[in-house]
Every structure is written in structure tokens, then in C-alpha cells.
């Protein structure tokens, strides 16, 4: 540190009243106590009241504009910053000499500081941060509808349709100012946020807090009842990584770090009721629409829009499994470019799955579906009248889901049951497949944005990366095959009729005009099938190795990989 330097130093602590280790740096044995505690460019000294400080000071080249970045890099590395001053550099034009304070209790805390400080000066802090690139081909859609490319697109894909900032005159909360006010504040958070940015901690009231205890208390002990497997082995992580507490509501971009290291999964704020285009487009990319607001106190078990209780304890668990959350951008991926009818029918697939879906496990009913997961009393009241036979459970079936009314302010007058959530799945991807596109679309997860699969050189790209999936999946299984001594759990003729089953490359035209149906009535005819890509009707043993028949084969139009070849796995 300069002359200049010590003497800005000298003048910040004189102004302060602080009781700083030099008195004069003219006195030759203040100035060598000076040298001992220099640390190249910063500078240790104790206050009054017995407290080391390490003060720092730099400059910004380009105004004030690198200042944010800068504290932010102290704060990341945990060093607690008590006092920041900034004034005009004495000599250059346009630059500012920046003086920090930091608590530092030993000589470890001081090395910290002089490597972050030596780090700082050898950066420009002043750049503006570049536009995110994300190139997306140019594709002409014809009479589709226009739809997001890249997951920054979302950002101007926030049609607010219920609520926001302005409350119908029966919601609970219409006739309390401090709330409506409250609501602005978190209408505008989520309006200004931007894909990319850190989603803003929100410093909850108490009366809030005690909002969530109360739900939060009372759904615990129907969730250890009623909710399905999944749902409950994921409540643990999120209670350590994310603080999920009845005294603390969580922060949304704790659960987004936590989510994108389990499933990829993200969540960003959201004013109130997305139009439903906008909200499943956000879930092609793997991003879930989160409000930060919560109901009104006056009725803790009521709310008639999704609030940070439905969102947080409902959706949240499920989307940290890895099954579920590839089930719902399924969902999503088939609405992109959809016709409204076709939205419709999504939108009821995904209320009676996601939100209000029902599985059986071993010989008991377990809800999934967030609006049951989050609402106490329905949660009771539904899982209660299963047992007593006074809530209809229908099967998942096509004509019947999209004939169901979706209830938004009370109970369902019926509700949708599968044996498994992976037959939920199965019936979401009948229902998208009948939905008649041009062309097919893929999620990129390297470049977070939609493909859009509309030639053949785009279709083989597509298969090289598959066949190297493939060849993982074949090396893996081969490896687990020698260490078991082929007497293991896995068959790999298991594993060759999962990947090909159901694949279906017959052109539109030539396909049923109603492909939808039950997922119970789709199994049994398959079972009744001997081959795996259940397109003829030739019964084979048991024990057949093969992928494909030849009845079958010869009657594809183009020949299926046969999968129980490639992977060259050997059999038992």
C-alpha cells in the first residue's frame, strides 16, 4: 500500500474515532509497527474496543459499477463486512478508491483477505456481464403456434391470468390493505426477475411464518399417512439442504440448488396464475413456476390460487424424483406449439396426475398429486372416502379425464387412480403423441433449449447420442453380469423390451384416430402380445431371446433397432 493509500487509511479511522495501531507514520518506530502489520496491501488494527479489523482499499476503473460484484465476492467467502466508504480517485478521471472493513480474528482470516484482495485487483469489476448466447436454429413452424426455444425465452412468458396484484373481491385477503400490499411487493419480484439471476431471499413476516407452521404442522401428519413413497424418501433432504421447518419458510433458491442437483429441475418466481400455454412451457425445460406469497392468515387451510404452501410442500418432493420430474416435462414438451384444444386436454392430464393423481401401493391408495399433498382437508377427506367407498376412483382413461370438471375451489367430484406412477406416465405420452405435430421436438440439456427434429440428419445426430447412451448401458450391464455371475437381478431381456416397447413409427395418417386409452386395457393387450414392440399378435414362450418377431418386423415400415442385439448382452 502506497503513501496515498496509508493516508486514506489514516483518515477514514481518524474520522471514525477509531483507536488504530499507529499514531504517526512520520515516527520511525510507528512506521516500522505500520510495516509489521502491512500485509501487502492491507492494513490490520484494533478499535476501541479490542476488536481486529482488517481494512482494504482498491479502486474500481469504470465508476461505481463493479462495486456489488466486489462485496458479493467477500461475502461468498464468508468474510463479514462491517463498514464500506467510497469516494473520487484524487487523480484518475472516472475511477473510485473503495475502503472496506472486515472482522478478522487471526493471521488465517488475514492470508484470506490478502489472496481475495490480490484476486480482485487482477479483474475488471466494471464489465458488463455479456448476453447469455444461446443459438436456436431458425425453423419455419408454418401455422403452429410460436413457442419457446431456449429456457431465457420464458422470461416473456409470464401471462398472468388470476390474482397477481389485484385480488378478486372474495378472496380472503381482498379486504386487508397490508396484504394487498404485500402481494405488490412479491408481484413485482417476480415480474423483474430474469433467467439466470439469483432469486431474491425474501425476509418473511411473523405472521407468515406462523401461517406455514400451522399448515405445515397439520400436513406432516397426513403425509405420513397418505403420500406415496417418493414424496416421503425426498422430505428428508429437503428439510437438511433446504430448512424446511414449521418456524421457517423456505427460500426458493435454496430448493432451486437443490433440485437442479437431483433432477435438473428448476424453479423461478412467478407473480400468480400462469395462463396454462405459458406454465407447461416452463416445464419442457424443467422449470416449475414457484409463487413466494402465501394465503391470508384468516384462513390457513383454505387458498383459491397456488401459493408458496401448495408449491413448496405439494409439488416440491416430487419434483426431486428423477421419474416424476422427467413425467412432467413430458407433459410439457407435448405442449409446446399446441393447438388450444390441445392445451386443454394437457391441462386435464396434468390436474388429475400431477396435482390431484392417486397409485396404489402394495394394497393401499397413496395420493401424488400436489393439490392433495398440500391441502389438509381434502387430503383427509379424499383419502378417507376411498376407504369408506363415498369418493369415486375411476381408472385413468382419455374420454373420461377430459370430460372430468377441474375444481379449483373446493373438492373433485372424482378422482384418478394408476397401480403405478409410471402408468401415469404412460398415458401422458399416448395422450402427446396424439397430438399431431410435423414434427417431433427434443430437449437439449447441454444447451437448455428445444429441438425442434424436422430432418433426417437431425434424426441420426439424434440416434448417434442415443447409441452412445446404449453403449453405456450394454458396458454396464455386462460388468454387473461378470461380478453377479450371471445369476444377478437384472435380465437383459427386461432391459430390451423396456427400450423398444411401445415405440411406434407408423405415420400419423396411418394411425388409430383415437390412440387414447386406459393404461389398464393398454397392459392387458400388451400382455396378451407375445413380441415387445407389441405390434402383432403371435404368442412366443417365455423364454424367447429375441427383440422382434418376424411378422412384426416385416410389417414395420422401417426397420425398429433390434435392441436385444446391439447391446450384446449376455444371456443367462
Known sequence: MNASGKGLVALYLHRRGENWVWQSIVEEEEERRLSSLQQGGILHFRNQDGVLKTAVIFSLSRGMLGLSRAIRAFEDNNMNLVHIESRKHRTKEGEFEVYL??????????????????????????????????KVDSVDLGDMIQFPKCISDLDSCQKVLMYGTDLDADHPGFKDPTYRKRRKFFGDLAMIYRHGQTIPRVKYTKEEIDTWGHIFRKLRELHLRYACKEFLENWPELAEYCEYREDNIPQLEDINRYLRSKTGFQVRPVAGYLSPRDFLAGLAFRVFHCTQYI???????????????????????????????????????????GSDAEIAKLVSCYFFTVEFGITREG??????????????????????????????????????????????????????????????????????????????????????????????????????????????????????????????????????????????????????????????????????????????????????????????????????????????????
Open 101 to 134: 472493513e472486515i472482522n478478522s480474528e487471526n493471521s488465517s482470516d488475514w492470508n484470506n483477505i490478502q489472496h481475495l484482495t490480490n484476486t480482485l485487483k487482477g479483474i475488471d469489476l466494471g464489465l458488463d456481464e455479456p448476453p447469455s448466447f444461446q
Open 295 to 337: 394465503r391470508h392468515s384468516s384462513d390457513p387451510f383454505y387458498t383459491p390460487e397456488p401459493d408458496c404452501c401448495h408449491e413448496l410442500l405439494g409439488h416440491m418432493p416430487m419434483f426431486a424424483d428423477n421419474s416424476f420430474a422427467q413425467f412432467s416435462q413430458e407433459i410439457g414438451l407435448a405442449s409446446l406449439g
Open 363 to 572: 394394497n393401499n391408495w397413496k395420493a401424488y398429486g400436489a393439490g392433495l399433498l398440500s391441502s389438509a382437508a381434502e387430503l383427509e377427506h379424499t383419502m378417507k372416502g376411498i376407504e369408506d367407498g363415498t369418493v369415486k376412483l375411476l381408472p385413468l382413461d382419455g374420454d373420461a379425464v377430459f370430460s372430468a370438471e377441474l375444481i379449483v375451489t373446493d373438492y373433485q367430484n372424482q378422482y384418478f387412480k394408476t397401480e403405478t406412477i409410471d402408468k401415469a406416465k404412460e398415458f401422458v405420452r399416448d395422450i402427446a403423441n396424439s397430438i399431431q405435430k410435423p414434427f417431433e421436438l427434443r430437449y437439449n440439456p447441454y444447451t437448455q433449449s428445444v429441438e425442434v427434429l424436422n430432418s433426417s440428419v437431425k434424426i441420426i445426430d439424434m440416434a448417434k447420442e442415443l447409441r452412445g447412451d446404449l453403449c453405456i448401458v450394454a458396458s454396464a450391464l455386462k460388468k454387473v453380469q461378470e461380478r453377479e455371475g450371471g445369476d444377478g437381478e437384472i435380465d437383459p431381456d427386461l432391459i430390451s423390451r423396456y427400450l423398444s416397447s411401445g415405440l411406434d413409427i407408423t405415420p400419423y395418417c396411418s394411425r388409430p384416430s383415437s390412440p387414447v386409452t386406459s393404461p389398464t386395457s393398454t397392459t392387458q393387450k400388451k400382455n396378451r402380445s407375445c413380441c415387445i414392440s407389441g405390434r402383432c399378435g403371435v404368442l412366443m414362450t417365455s423364454t424367447a431371446k429375441v427383440a422382434h418377431c418376424r411378422n412384426c418386423v416385416a410389417s414395420l415400415p422401417l426397420s425398429l433397432p433390434k435392441f436385444g442385439d446391439s447391446l450384446q448382452v449376455p444371456t443367462k
